[in-house]
């Protein structure tokens, strides 16, 4: 019993050939392997590209309209796959244009721009907070000084490619039912190109460019941080040919500081007091990042006790690479219990503690002046 070839492909008898292209367009999109590759959907494919193996050809379609099967026992062209070693792309090229002679993008210019290059630099707080000038040793590729780019040796010239014709490509043509498919790749020869440099020169070999040390001056803002990037424009490495340099870009590293812990702009420090200046006062002497300031400590310090220094933090730096204003110091203020006493310093304290009332005594407090050990606890985990 004959196949039905219409049925297949979804079409009436009298369909058009444009229609049964339509269909098979269609139905192609949907089950070929490398959209589907279920095994039922590529014994599907088979069916309707035989299908339209037939249908599109006039000869095999009369013998189809006269009850007959032009493909007999064959089972789709003999067994062969008809578009083995044809991608989807390739068969909707062959069918819709962007597959014949011609179509190519030509040839690529030799000259191509260059890639960015990375280099990171160490840097303290206090070079952080007021932006450094770093002579950078840097190895990148840099235009060939012989050639000045063109890759050829003196008195010599870029040819036409032979292999390809100057048009940066080779064509290679498959025969299907469809007819010929055409595919085009690049010139292994030119590489793309469509010229060949018969005398490359002699110290970077045809490649426009050679690898060189040198040092650069980079000017690192006030006010970046670890992770930050400064561009250096056309810094970068050259590209072939002698194309445009990309950007070096310079990453900070930050070391850590003894004294300053940073958030942001924003710095945090950590002072230890006697429990007599906690209790008395004091004025302290400061060494911020820029100068000494006066910590006024006033009396009945308590321990934990945040002081903010407004204005003596870093400088806030802006993606636009401008600088707007500074962040803000906070000492975080600790009293320093002494652990072991002597015997007049015990007596003293017994004496404080008598005039104070205070000896023996036990004061538990869930909500006074700052809250209990755990009652911070719980506020700082809010």
């Known amino acids: 019993m004959a196949r039905d070839y219409y049925g297949a492909l979804g079409v009436r008898q009298d369909a058009t050939s444009e229609e049964i292209k339509r269909a098979y367009r269609k139905l192609a999109r949907e089950l070929h392997p490398d959209v589907n590759p279920d095994d039922s959907a590529q014994e599907r494919f088979r069916e309707v590209t035989a299908a339209y193996e037939v249908l599109s050809d ?44 011609g179509a190519g993008r030509g040839p690529r210019s030799r000259v191509q721009p ?97 690898r060189a040390r040198r040092t650069i001056t980079a000017k690192v803002p006030p006010g970046v941080a670890e992770g930050m990037r400064v561009r250096l424009s056309g810094q970068g490495e050259v590209g072939p040919g002698g194309g445009p340099a990309g950007d070096l870009y310079v990453e900070v590293v930050e070391r850590p500081h003894a004294t300053f812990e940073r958030d942001g702009a924003d710095l945090h420090c950590t002072i230890r007091i006697p429990m007599t200046t906690a209790a008395l006062g004091s004025v302290q002497p400061l060494e911020t990042l820029d100068d000494t300031v006066e910590l006024d400590l006033e009396p009945g310090t308590q321990p934990g006790t945040e002081l903010l220094l407004a204005g003596h933090g870093l400088p806030r ?46 004061i538990a407090s869930a909500n006074g002046r700052g809250g209990g050990l755990f009652s911070r606890l719980r506020a700082r985990h809010r």
């Not at 026992?73 to 597959?99: C, Q, Y």
């Open 114 to 210: 260059g890639s960015d290059a990375l280099i990171r630099i160490e840097l303290t707080l206090e070079e952080c907070n007021t932006g450094v000038s770093r002579e950078l040793t840097v190895d990148t590729a840099v235009l060939c000084d012989l050639c000045r780019g063109s890759g050829c040796a003196e008195g010599s010239s870029p040819q036409v490619c032979d292999t390809c014709a100057g048009r940066g490509e080779v064509q290679s043509v498959q025969r299907s039912f469809l007819g010929q498919v055409v595919t085009a790749r690049a010139c292994p020869v030119c590489r793309g190109v469509g010229e060949v440099i018969p005398d490359p020169c002699r110290q970077c070999g045809g490649d426009g460019r050679v």
């Open 317 to 362: 730096l802006r993606s636009s690479g401008r600088v707007d204003g500074r962040g803000d110091l906070h000492v975080h203020v600790e009293v320093d219990i002494p652990g072991k006493l002597d015997a007049r310093q015990t007596e003293l304290l017994r004496e404080l503690a008598n005039l104070r009332g205070e000896e023996g005594h036990v």
């Open 58 to 101: 006039p000869q095999k379609r009369k013998i189809v309209d006269l009850g007959g099967d032009p493909l007999g026992n064959g089972g789709g062209g003999g067994g062969r796959d008809p578009f083995a070693g044809f991608g989807l792309g390739d068969i909707m090229d062959a069918f819709f244009g962007g597959g014949g002679a």
